[in-house]
């Protein structure tokens, strides 16, 4: 029996599926994106590598050839399983178990978490705060909700992942800005996406981030933004996001919240997950958006630091029925250690040098430096697009930030950069 892994971004040596696999009495085929191969730059996994087939696509995305060579596959090489971690390929797997009559979650389980109407609808209905909203179907629709609840406000595809095509509209000027740039969001083209505009909610974005396996929650505990997700663009300090103490009141509480989010959501048997509450001025939770997935940047080494497991190693062996660490039986508890990741965004101009090796720092758990030296780098287009990458463990929250600032000064003491045009 053969299982059928997609992989749409990132990179895959940090994603081995095949050794995840292990235990799995068959092959391991491959699909992924030719296009993030090359942006990772990463090759395709030779022959004799784990997997009895891989293929890179060109047009994975949109293009409908990745459906057509997974069924080719399923049909020639007795696909039982199909494995995908990440946010757009979650809804290509559904449609094709459902295709393949295969076991693991489909569409009405995938759609709430994607759709951020229907995810706002199913909160809403179960008592917790969402910020009000409307879809968009034309110009006047962000107008009227702007005059009626105030700027700023939030303009987003209903499924987008990663900040994608979200902007933040502080008054009637940008309004009418982004209206008039109708190349940049298709307002009114004949495929325009989805969209939804929100009321901005002021305050820290918190994320809690846990796993479900067979229906129960075995771990989760939430962290906290420490800058705004949507800045991401003109943010050139350091973006710590920090898990909580244990003995934090806003843990509990954002443990709470979320419980009530999932018992209202329909769920998979066996999912990750990565909500996002906001915490507002008032004291007041109220949620942004969950997925049923792993969070992105360095949640996975995260979740590594507080529990000992490899989130998406997991949540890909539990599909299959694989044996997880025993210690996830025990059900969630408190962390072992606290952790912090720090980010830098790339911005414009020349890469003259980095650092040629890593500080040293016995709590430095990752250090990851996105350029070298040559390279000239534009603005961040996205939420995830880094210059750098750090994450410190530490015993409380405080001890964490201290360490993550003594990254970014020594990181920020070594980098030389200059004019693009220089």
Request: aromatic content about 6%; glycine content about 10%.
């Amino acid at each position: 029996m053969s299982v059928l892994v997609l992989h749409q971004i990132g990179s895959l040596r940090g994603s081995p599926y095949h050794e995840w696999l292990d235990g799995h009495d068959g092959d391991v085929l491959l699909l992924t994106c030719a296009e993030n191969l090359r942006l990772v730059a990463e090759e395709l996994p030779p022959p004799g590598s784990g997997y009895a087939h891989a293929e890179a696509l060109d047009g994975y995305d949109g293009s409908g050839l990745l459906e057509e060579r997974a069924l080719d596959l399923a049909r020639e090489r007795g696909v039982r399983h199909v494995v995908a971690c990440h946010e757009r390929d979650l809804e290509r797997a559904a449609v094709l178990r459902e295709i393949l009559s295969l076991p693991g979650q489909r569409m009405d389980t995938v759609e709430p978490f994607r759709d951020k109407t229907l995810m706002k609808r199913i909160a809403a209905d179960a008592g917790l705060a969402v910020a009000p909203w409307r879809e968009v179907e034309c110009a006047a629709d962000i107008a009227a909700h702007a005059g009626r609840h105030g700027f700023p406000v939030v303009v987003k595809p209903h499924d987008s992942a990663g900040s994608m095509g979200l902007s933040v509209l502080h008054s009637e000027g940008e309004l009418r800005a982004y209206l008039a740039d109708d190349a940049a969001h298709g307002l009114y083209g004949p495929d325009r996406p989805g969209l939804l505009v929100e009321a901005y909610v002021p305050g820290r974005m918190c994320h809690v981030d846990g796993m479900v396996v067979n229906g129960r929650t075995v771990f989760a505990w939430p962290s906290q933004y420490q800058y705004a997700l949507a800045t991401f663009r003109t943010d050139t300090g350091p973006r710590m996001d920090l898990t909580l103490d244990v003995d934090d009141p806003l843990a509990g509480r954002l443990l709470e919240f979320t419980g009530r989010l999932l018992a209202a959501m329909p769920q998979p048997e066996q999912f990750t997950f990565h909500a996002e509450v906001f915490h507002t001025p008032d004291d007041e939770l109220v949620l942004c958006e969950i997925a049923c997935r792993t969070g992105g940047a360095a949640i996975r080494d995260i979740v590594r630091i507080m529990y000992g497991v490899d989130p998406t190693e997991a949540w890909v062996r539990a599909q299959l029925g694989l044996p997880l660490p025993e210690h996830l039986g025990d059900g969630p508890g408190p962390p072992r250690r606290m952790a912090g990741q720090m980010v830098l965004m790339k911005r414009p101009g020349r890469v003259v040098s980095v650092p040629r090796e890593e500080p040293g720092f016995p709590w430095l758990e990752r250090f990851t430096t996105f350029v070298k030296p040559g390279q000239v780098m534009g603005p961040a287009t996205a939420s995830s697009d880094f210059l750098v990458m750090a994450l410190v463990s530490g015993g409380t929250r405080a001890e964490c930030v201290e360490r993550l600032r003594r990254v970014e000064e020594w990181f920020s003491g070594e980098l030389v950069l200059e004019p693009a045009d220089g």
